[in-house]
């Protein structure tokens, strides 16, 4: 089943920061987060492989509750580099294949 | 590192012909490619799993017959939509992962389909 993303979109001044869920009814493995632009494929932006696990990237962050099957991801002061559609991909124990969230839009006005 | 290619980017055919896509890993071996199709606005649907030297393994609701998959090497894998019809066009993307599948997939720039 499809992952729960949430908000479905989301509009911000640039140095806002914003909160990204996904939530999975199943117990999961991992979860992958990307973002993508207008007409261009996603890009990889973490995985998460243990509960409670929390990665950064410069000023993107995230964290996995295992128990709670949700993940969610941090953006700390927006930049304007920073639109896009995010995606939730999540992986469950054994299988080789992500299901995607409906993704987030994400605008960062100046 | 990490580079995955998908070519063409770009391809218009007339119905009923059938239109090849490749994808490729330029910088590491990848065991496995995922090929997914994307519609405006919407979500990445799965289309099947290709494992290296294996058949396809195809999600439900997605014809195996008209959707051939090959992946013969480590670096490529190939798409051919068979006798395509305007409901196929789309923005088709593959991704390569290492390790089966178990780790981060990456994804090609993708390839845009119309279907006259």
């Known amino acids: 089943q499809q992952p729960v993303q949430s908000p479905q979109a989301v509009i911000l001044r640039e140095g806002e920061d914003a909160v990204i869920n996904c939530s999975s009814s199943?117990?999961?493995?991992?979860v992958h987060w990307y973002r993508q632009k207008h007409g261009e494929a996603p890009v990889f932006l973490m995985i998460?492989?243990?509960?409670?696990e929390q990665k950064g990237h410069e000023k993107i962050s995230a964290s996995f509750n295992e128990k709670k099957q949700q993940s969610s991801l941090y953006l700390t002061a927006s930049q304007l580099s920073y639109s896009g559609t995010y995606f939730c991909?999540?992986?469950?124990?054994?299988?080789?294949?992500?299901?995607f969230g409906q993704g987030t839009r994400l605008t960062i006005n100046p | 590192g990490a580079v995955v290619s998908q070519h063409p980017s770009w391809v218009i055919c007339k119905s009923g012909t059938s239109v090849k896509i490749e994808c490729r890993s330029l910088?590491?071996?990848?065991?496995?490619m995922f090929w997914y199709r994307q519609f405006p606005k919407q979500s990445l649907m799965l289309m099947a799993t290709?494992?290296?030297?294996?058949?396809?393994?195809?999600e439900q609701g997605v014809e195996k017959d008209k959707f051939l998959i090959n992946h013969a090497s480590l670096t490529l894998s190939t798409l051919t939509v068979t006798s395509a019809h305007p409901e196929d066009s789309s923005f088709y993307i593959c991704?390569?992962?290492?390790?089966?599948?178990?780790?981060?997939?990456?994804f090609g720039p993708g390839t845009r389909l119309l279907v006259l």
């Open positions: 991909g999540t992986g469950t124990q054994g299988a080789q294949k992500l299901v």
């Open positions: 290709s494992n290296e030297g294996s058949k396809a393994t195809y």
């Open positions: 991704s390569a992962s290492l390790n089966r599948g178990y780790e981060t997939q990456y």
């Open positions: 199943k117990a999961l493995y991992s």
């Open positions: 910088d590491f071996q990848a065991t496995t």
């Open positions: 998460l492989l243990k509960g409670g």
